[in-house]
Nanobody, 124 residues
Framework: QVQLVESGGGLVQAGDSLRLSCAASGRTISNYGMGWFRQAPGKEREFVAAISWTGGSTDYADSVQGRFTISSDNAKNTLYLQMSSLKPEDTGVYYC?????????????????WGQGTQVTVSS
């Protein structure tokens, strides 16, 4: 199985950029479809972005389309989420996840492995 550890979160101002990283160990991320989710206080965990095991396909939530970019570096066994033009509504704990299905997946229950999360706070 794969272990996932997120990093890169922090407190930023609206309009700023931030890059999250998800370091994988145990198995290579090229074996999995990978995704980013986020959870704001009092809300359900929601889909943010996903990338297929080949890296050839990506998908984004409408709320982040055009502002966020998901990518992976197989040599570093790391998943990234580049976030720009951040808004206060982007605030939450961001989680990376791995799915054994390998494709681009939006559904939370189709992910098998999760990291512990990293906090992103965007102030206005």
């Amino acid at each position: 199985q794969v272990q996932l550890v997120e990093s890169g979160g922090g407190l930023v101002q609206a309009g700023d950029s931030l890059r999250l990283s998800c370091a994988a160990s145990g198995r290579t991320i090229s074996n999995y479809g990978m995704g980013w989710f986020r959870q704001a206080p009092g809300k359900e965990r929601e889909f943010v972005a996903a990338i297929s095991w080949t890296g050839g396909s990506t998908d984004y939530a409408d709320s982040v389309q055009g502002r966020f970019t998901i990518s992976s570096d197989n040599a570093k066994n790391t998943l990234y989420l580049q976030m720009s033009s951040l808004k206060p509504e982007d605030t939450g704990v961001y989680y990376c996840a791995a799915s054994m299905y390998g494709s681009v997946i939006r559904l939370r229950y189709q992910y098998h492995y999760w990291g512990q999360g990293t906090q992103v706070t965007v102030s206005s």
